[in-house]
């Protein structure tokens, strides 16, 4: 009699990365495939990002091109705690993603070598302290040339994370959110909070300010400063009423321009969506982006040289239905269809 468990077993083991490392490229994207809903259902089994096999970041070097990685942090959460469930959220979401984009034909796990890297080791109480470990992290990586494609975690991630990728020179930014985060505003004597990141980034140097574009900024600002330091460093801002009054298309032309040719961020706070497709979120504000809009934007953003990307802010301890980690697993799969295209074309 045949056994049929037996057999799909060795298929499992066979997608386990072994020991010793690939050594060509296309032995490496044949070992870090995700692992298949017809061999075993999607809903069994642990949950990586993506179904992708789980890889010691420190054994990445020369096996992966890009890295998923979780930073289950929200300590510097100035409103809502629960975006360091975040990470645990979206792997669980992304186990129903699979290997096409339908809209843009792209096949990610065929373009390029992918794993889940695992979680940067936070400490949940202590906010400077993290951003020394997500630093450390991120720079062994970026050394590699490993694209890191983050979940978070509230939006002070994105910091050290940048301060790691933008250490060589500094980085271009497409940044989607309902808010600036170009604050400086102080809780009681710190300024480390997720109002604060890309203020910090283009003080540290790691951002260049005139390669930066906010898009689907809207509700309502503690001040103006926010606002008017980001513009007087010559980032570009495009309100939610301007995205609505010039559409996607033209919004997405405009990011690509600002970017230029040189290496440049992504980072994607699923804020920028309306409550109605993302309510678990620790700073809600209507009138923002349909899930629909969010895929179309991302879609205008092919050819860009992404050196790093992220989704922040998934809570989904305020969100029982689940649609807001959902989303944030569907904006992940379409920001690796961009990097795993960039990851080929310089292979
Ligand atoms: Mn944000």
Not at 115 to 136: F, K, M, Q, S, Y
Not at 280 to 291: L, N, S, V, W, Y
């Amino acid at each position: 009699m045949v056994d049929r468990c037996a057999d799909e077993r060795a298929k499992t083991r066979a997608r386990t990365p072994a020991k010793t490392p690939a050594k060509t490229r296309a032995e490496r994207l044949a070992r870090f495939q995700p692992a298949s809903g017809m061999v075993t259902p999607r809903f069994s089994g642990l949950a990586s990002f993506m179904r992708l096999p789980v890889l010691d970041p420190a054994e990445a070097a020369d096996q992966v091109e890009i890295g998923l990685i979780g930073i289950p942090f929200d300590g510097a959460t100035t409103g809502r705690p629960g975006a360091r469930l975040g990470p645990r959220a979206v792997r669980e979401a992304s186990t129903g993603t699979r290997a096409l984009n339908h809209a843009t034909g792209v096949a990610p796990y065929v373009l390029a070598p992918c794993a889940d890297l695992g979680d940067v080791p936070v400490n949940p109480v202590d906010t400077a302290e993290t951003a020394r470990r997500i630093e450390a992290f991120y720079r062994p990586l970026a050394e590699a040339g490993i694209v890191p494609l983050t979940v978070g975690g509230d939006h002070f991630i994105t910091g050290p994370v940048l301060r790691a990728l933008g250490a060589a020179r500094p980085l271009g930014l497409i940044h989607i959110d309902a808010h600036s985060d170009t604050d400086d505003a102080q809780y009681g004597g710190s300024r480390l909070t997720h109002g604060t990141p890309f203020r910090r980034a283009v003080e540290a140097g790691v951002l260049d300010p005139r390669r930066c574009i906010q898009i689907g900024l809207r509700g309502s600002m503690d001040a103006a400063d926010e606002r008017d330091w980001a513009l007087a460093q010559g980032m570009r801002i495009l309100t939610m009423e301007e995205v609505c009054a010039r559409g996607l298309p033209e919004v997405a032309a405009e990011a690509r321009a600002v970017a230029g040719e040189g290496p440049t961020y992504l980072s994607f706070d699923i804020d920028a969506l309306d409550p109605a497709f993302a309510p678990g979120t620790g700073t809600p504000e209507i009138g923002g982006f349909t899930t629909r809009e969010a895929l179309h934007l991302l879609r205008g953003l092919r050819g860009l040289d992404l050196v790093g990307a992220d989704v922040v802010e998934v809570a989904p301890s305020l969100d029982p239905a689940g649609i807001t980690a959902l989303a944030g697993a569907g904006i992940a799969f379409e920001i690796l269809c961009l990097l795993a295209e960039r990851a080929a074309a310089r292979a």
